[in-house]
């Protein structure tokens, strides 16, 4: 069994295209390169009910890896096994908001596409403890622009990855430290989250 305490390596280092059609709803297309023997960390952004393991990861290769955030507060790996596939596992649903975490033998792609929520705000929660989360569009944005950084109470922490080392920044009665201001949640990327207390947010619509 691998090490999961290797997904701080590939927190934030998604890559992703977005393409915009006219009007609404938005439709995006996102290309997210998987390097091989590295674990990547993404977020689900999408009005979509084809959001199964076995929908949204067919293509990866055998002995990949899929891993969800659970409620005991650990990650549950799932491996694609041959012809067998996904297994059992592979009915488990990613959804708006939250994370995952992709580990593949060789590099791959994964390709994530549909329609952002059509609702004008989106719920996010929090939980007592650590939550990995991403924005729940298929967009970048400012972190404080968000109603996660907004609502925040005080002593809650945002954790990035940045280069070799974890960056975290914690809400104070004055407001986020200070460089939590040049923070920019990517698109379909995902980050660990901090609260003393359950709550929901709710993100709205750009």
């Given amino acids: 069994m691998k090490k999961w305490i290797k997904i701080a390596g ?26 091989s023997n590295q674990q ?30 659970g409620a005991n507060m650990a990650w549950k790996p799932y491996m694609k096994a041959g012809r067998s596939g996904w297994g059992a596992g592979g009915t488990n649903r990613l959804t708006i908001g939250t ?21 004008v705000s989106t719920a996010v929660y929090k939980v007592n403890g650590y939550t990995w989360m991403g924005y729940p569009y298929p967009a970048d944005v400012a972190f404080t622009n968000t109603t996660i950084a907004k609502t925040a109470a005080n002593g809650d922490k ?32 995902a980050f660990a989250y901090f609260a003393y207390t359950n709550s929901a947010v709710y993100e709205i619509r750009p």
Avoid: D
């Fill in 40 to 69: 990547v960390l993404v977020s689900y952004a999408y009005e979509s009910t084809n959001n199964t393991i076995n929908e949204l990861f067919a293509g990866l290769p055998s002995l990949s890896e899929v891993s969800l955030w």
């Fill in 158 to 189: 945002i954790l990035f990855w940045s280069n070799s080392n974890w960056v975290v920044y914690s809400k104070l009665r004055t407001g986020w430290q200070s460089g939590a201001t040049n923070l920019v949640l990517k698109n379909c990327g």
């Fill in 99 to 119: 994370a995952a975490i992709i580990w593949s033998p060789a590099a791959t792609n994964v390709y994530f596409s549909g329609s952002i929520p059509s609702a």
């Fill in 10 to 35: 590939m927190l934030i280092l998604t890559l992703s295209v977005m393409t915009q059609a006219e009007g609404y709803p938005y439709t995006t297309n996102i290309t997210i390169n998987i390097p």
